[in-house]
Nanobody, 122 residues
Framework: QVQLVESGGGLVQPGGSLNLSCAAS????????MIWYRQAPGEQREWVAT???????DYADYVKGRFTISKDDTKNTASLQMSSLKPEDTAVYYC????????????????WGQGTQVTVSS
């Protein structure tokens, strides 16, 4: 069974930094891309950043220049380094893998983690 587990959330003051991590576990052969989303209370889930298997990255305009997505293929992890945090960044952050191929050649789609809470407040 393949799972995604986020960690690293917490309470931080405006202007501060946090580093979120998403660890994929299970019988994984390849993860094609990993995506971070967030959902604030009462709001729809929104896209934050994407990293492809080739290392290409893309960011939502509202985090560009402040957030950095990266990955470690040897550990099947993806990270989201967040800096210059604002109160409007407060949300539950989720990682998502649209497609994972397992070592037994099964194709898994749309895998989500359980989320990690980020609160930006003084």
């Amino acid at each position: 069974q393949v799972q995604l587990v986020e960690s690293g959330g917490g309470l931080v003051q405006p202007g501060g930094s946090l580093n979120l991590s998403c660890a994929a576990s299970g019988n994984i052969y390849v993860i094609y891309k990993m995506i971070w989303y967030r959902q604030a209370p009462g709001e729809q889930r929104e896209w934050v950043a994407t990293i492809t298997s080739g290392g290409n990255t893309d960011y939502a305009d509202y985090v560009k220049g402040r957030f950095t997505i990266s990955k470690d293929d040897t550990k099947n992890t993806a990270s989201l380094q967040m800096s210059s945090l604002k109160p409007e960044d407060t949300a539950v952050y989720y990682c998502n893998a649209p497609k994972i191929v397992t070592k037994s050649e099964a194709i898994l789609v749309d895998i989500w983690g359980q989320g990690t809470q980020v609160t930006v407040s003084s």
